[in-house]
Nanobody, 124 residues
């Protein structure tokens, strides 16, 4: 059974960095687009970043562009989200997702598999 497991969340101060990991198991996701989404309390789940299976194409939401970096290691079936210069408004549960299509989608409905999420809390 395919499974995505996120890790690396925690409580940090504004300006700090965190690195999230998403480990895939049960099948290979090396040909999937991988994405990160986030959901704050009472809000919709928003696209954060995506990466094509080749790793040479990425896309970011405007509110994280220049601060966050998505990467992947297909040999390890793992995707990462390096988050720098964190702000209190980045506080949310962060989810990893996999999409079987060829192009990076920003709509959560396009994604076929989801992890359980990891909490990121940024204090001011």
């Amino acid at each position: 059974q395919a499974q995505l497991v996120e890790s690396g969340g925690g409580l940090v101060q504004a300006g700090d960095s965190l690195r999230l990991s998403c480990a895939a198991s049960g099948r290979t996701f090396s040909t999937y687009v991988m994405g990160w989404f986030r959901q704050a309390p009472g809000k919709e789940r928003d696209f954060v970043a995506g990466i094509k299976w080749t790793g040479d194409s990425t896309y970011y939401a405007d509110f994280v562009r220049g601060r966050f970096t998505i990467s992947r290691d297909n040999a390890k079936n793992t995707v990462y989200l390096q988050m720098n210069s964190l702000k209190p408004e980045d506080t949310a549960v962060y989810y990893c997702a996999a999409d079987a299509s060829r192009y990076i989608a920003t709509l959560k409905g396009n994604y076929d598999y989801w992890g359980q999420g990891t909490q990121v809390t940024v204090s001011s």
